[in-house]
């Protein structure tokens, strides 16, 4: 499977292709007047670093397309002129959010804002695209019934799953990838959805999902570590995503930590994600093949014996990489989230204090639990069009503008 989210390492990233210049800015405004919930137009031109006038014009085009609201002047202004404070407009536009993993496919619509406004949820069983896509059409469509929005307003679908994506040699195989996604990329689900899409790996939505609406907010450089079937990570350096030269940055979960340990599926031994995942999990409890192993039955278990077992493997390896990307990125904090059920989540984050010191060892929390609860990485999934430089849909919102 091929991501199609624009990177870093587009050659377009400069000055002379200004439609390009032009909605990088009109998104670097909305992110920030989403993170600081009300700006006004001078706050805008200090944060973003842009110039007045690209501020004035950018936000006169969100007024005029219903994205942004202005609130009433605020008094005492510089020279005399009142202040207007901009807000998002909830209701401006919409966006799909899908989550796929082996046993449960979530979909929810979110607002402008981030606000959850329907929400629907189907348990499958490691679906290839020609099961999921039936399933993606009813859900769509019954987001559309339930929510009762206005989807002339809607920009696209994000759609994530577990990476790595079209890495030679090690995607196709394997059990904590998904089977048949190899070929699928944004333009075939856009084509048959007739919306739209864009895809993401699921640790790099829930990075995304944790920086615009949880607890790393105001965190600008963080790597969640998202414990699913497998393990992956998305990473935030100075306020920004990065995926990497094809995408498949964060894909800590084959990173080796036990030289000669257990076999990984990639072909080395001792990576990471097979000890801390939830297949390590399912393993030393001994459902690992049972319909027994999904997080809703982990979540009625007690975290005894096979459990502590678990527990035990995982943390000098989870010790071990934290202290490797604290050492290599200077982050501010691991947050530690993704499908295993709360209580297993803390269990897992106590034992691992001590930490090994690090560069970071005089900060104060440098581990978090993940805060955005289960529809974090559908929330980062939905936010994926809103962000997304190229969303011809939006184009046309911004055309249309409701005057
Ligand atoms: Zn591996």
Redesign the pocket.
Known sequence: MKSTVIRPDALTVSGTNLEHARSHNRRAVLETVRLNRQLTRADLARLTALTPQTVSNITAELLDAGMLLAGAPLRGGARGQPAVPLSINPDGAYSIGVQLDHQTMIAVVSDLAGRVRARTERAVHRPDPQTALPLIVQMHDELRRASGLDWTRLLGMGFVMPGPFGVEGMTSVGPTTLPGWEAVDGAWLSRRLGLPVLLQKDATAAAIGERLYGMASELRNFIYLFIGTGLGAGLFLDGRLYTGGRGNAGEV??MIVQPGGRP?????RG?L??YVSLRALYETLGVADGELATPAHLSGLPIAQNGERWLDSAVGPLRQAVNILESLLDIEAVVIGGLLPPDWLNALVERLHPLPVSIRHHDGERLRLGSAGRDVVALGAAALPIFDEFNPQYEVLLKNGRG
């Open positions: 979960g084959h990984c599926e990639c072909g080395n990576c994600e097979r």
